[in-house]
């Protein structure tokens, strides 16, 4: 079925240079079963076209599990594949991290203050409800900066992927853009962004007695969450 707002999508990654995927999308008339997060919260869950009774990120992972060899990077592809062909639902789309550019995906607490600092244009992403704010940054290939820890901030980079705006999450929303890319946009660097999330963070602790430990013990590096986790949902 053709959907133009993810077909426009699509060709605007591919003209910005970034690599998608074809992504899951929610199952029709399936959306009674719910599920619990890693914090004990319990929420209707999207059903998935996986049909995986545990999907851990429904309608918001590659279609496809060789989705690092499918990387699609023209117009032509794009439109073979959002553009409504063979009468199939149209996946949604999801953005491929590691080459092109790194995401740094923060919870809306932190992503908020962030976002308020940075005086420059940033992409910037957000998750149905939003659950998470996603912050595209050039690709950082060396050791990532330092955040608090158990704050939930995860960057993505090699082999790592996230739901592309305006991917659609079923009865949770769509993904959306709370600062879209430019055409001739050059991403800021990862340092600029994950000093403000460190600030965001150093803030929220302050502001939290539940988080404040010794200064000593409270750091480790961001990497990135294993298969499982919800940090991007
Ligand atoms: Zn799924």
Same mark, same amino acid.
Request: aromatic content about 6%; proline content about 11%.
């Given at each position: 079925m053709r959907n133009p707002p993810l077909l426009a999508a699509a060709l605007t990654y591919v003209a910005l240079g970034w690599p998608i995927v074809p992504g899951a999308y929610p199952a029709q008339g399936q959306h009674s079963r719910v599920r619990t997060l890693f914090n004990g919260t319990v929420e209707p869950a999207v059903a998935c076209c996986?049909? &995986? &009774?545990?999907?851990?990120a429904p309608a918001a992972? =590659?279609?496809? =599990?060789?989705w690092p060899d499918q990387y699609v990077v023209t117009k032509e592809v794009a439109r073979f594949w959002w $553009? $409504?062909? $063979? $009468?199939k639902p149209t996946p949604n789309i999801v953005l491929c991290c590691g080459e092109t550019f790194d995401v740094w995906s923060v919870p809306a607490a932190i992503g908020t203050t962030a976002f308020s600092m940075l005086d420059f244009a940033v992409p910037v992403s957000l998750t149905p409800e939003p659950k998470r704010w996603l912050f595209v940054v050039k690709p950082q290939f060396s050791q990532p900066t330092v955040v608090r820890d158990g704050l939930d901030v995860v960057r993505l980079n090699t082999c790592h992927f996230v739901p592309a705006p305006p991917s659609n999450r079923g009865p949770a929303g769509h993904d959306r853009w709370l600062k879209a890319p430019k055409s001739s946009q050059e991403l800021p660097t990862a340092d600029m962004v994950v000093a403000a999330l460190v600030y965001a963070g150093e803030m929220l602790a302050a502001n939290d007695p539940h988080r404040r430990m010794p200064r000593s013990s409270h750091r480790s590096p961001a990497l990135a969450a294993p298969t499982g986790s919800n940090w991007y949902r």
């Open positions: 996986c049909n &995986q &009774q545990e999907c851990w992972h =590659p279609l496809s =599990p060789d $553009g $409504g062909s $063979g $009468g």
